[in-house]
T-cell receptor, first 114, second 112 residues
Framework: DADVTQTPRNRITKTGKRIMLECSQT?????MYWYRQDPGLGLRLIYYSFDVKDINKGEISDGYSVSRQAQAKFSLSLESAIPNQTALYFCATSDTGSSYNEQFFGPGTRLTVL | DAKTTQPNSMESNEEEPVHLPCNHSTISGTDYIHWYRQLPSQGPEYVIH???SNVNNRMASLAIAEDRKSSTLILHRATLRDAAVYYCILRYSGAGSYQLTFGKGTKLSVIP
């Protein structure tokens, strides 16, 4: 079974709709992240969380919100989706105790906003 | 933030070594050099990292220049499964060390 799972894997929605992307992990990691990737570009950090009570904005948080429901769950919401939020979204986790700070990524959610 | 420069694309023949270069002339003494790769339709995965000395693991080797202004990821025998985008990332070791800043990376094609 995958250690970091994302649901849904693909989603098509309309402008103005609220949408939630979910991420779950079984790695026991305390840190979780949301990134977006646009075609031909690298990943950009949206939000990150170091534990259940900790939420921090990343490079491009405008138009997004997050919720850390439990150590293993981190969801990303688009309150009112717009077409330029069409992208590939990745969740990632890491362990504070790891000297590598290696991040483990989920398989991604492809979101299309019409 | 210190930035990295990588070629947009490279090609390699299967079963031959591949050397993927990365320039990071503004690297600071506290920056680690990380490499991730992203296989088609997958999330990125960690490959290797280093600070000053060359590093080896089961996936690859990392050669770091003495002045640390450049590094090279070495795949000893490229396979078709190594076709991916490879990202060279500088990770600050102090506060804020959680963040990975991905550039466009190098797209590696492996020719059978």
């Amino acid at each position: 079974d995958a250690d970091v799972t994302q649901t849904p894997r693909n989603r098509i929605t309309k402008t103005g709709k609220r949408i939630m992307l979910e991420c779950s992990q079984t790695k026991g990691h305390d840190r979780m992240y949301w990134y977006r990737q646009d075609p031909g570009l690298g990943l950009r950090l949206i939000y990150y969380s170091f534990d259940v009570k900790d939420i921090n904005k990343g490079e491009i948080s405008d138009g997004y919100s997050v919720s850390r429901q439990a150590q293993a769950k981190f969801s990303l919401s688009l309150e009112s989706a717009i077409p330029n939020q069409t992208a590939l979204y990745f969740c990632a986790t890491s362990d504070t105790g790891s000297s590598y700070n290696e991040q483990f990524f989920g398989p991604g959610t492809r979101l299309t906003v019409l | 933030d210190a930035k990295t420069t990588q070629p947009n694309s490279m090609e390699s023949n299967e079963e031959e070594p591949v050397h993927l270069p990365c320039n990071h002339s503004t690297i600071s003494g506290t920056d680690y050099i990380h490499w991730y790769r992203q296989l088609p339709s997958q999330g990125p995965e960690y490959v290797i990292h280093g600070l000053t000395s060359n590093v080896n693991n089961r996936m690859a080797s990392l050669a770091i220049a003495e002045d640390r202004k450049s590094s090279t990821l070495i795949l000893h025998r490229a396979t078709l499964r190594d076709a991916a985008v490879y990202y060279c990332i500088l990770r600050y070791s102090g506060a804020g060390s959680y963040q990975l800043t991905f550039g466009k990376g190098t797209k590696l094609s492996v020719i059978p």
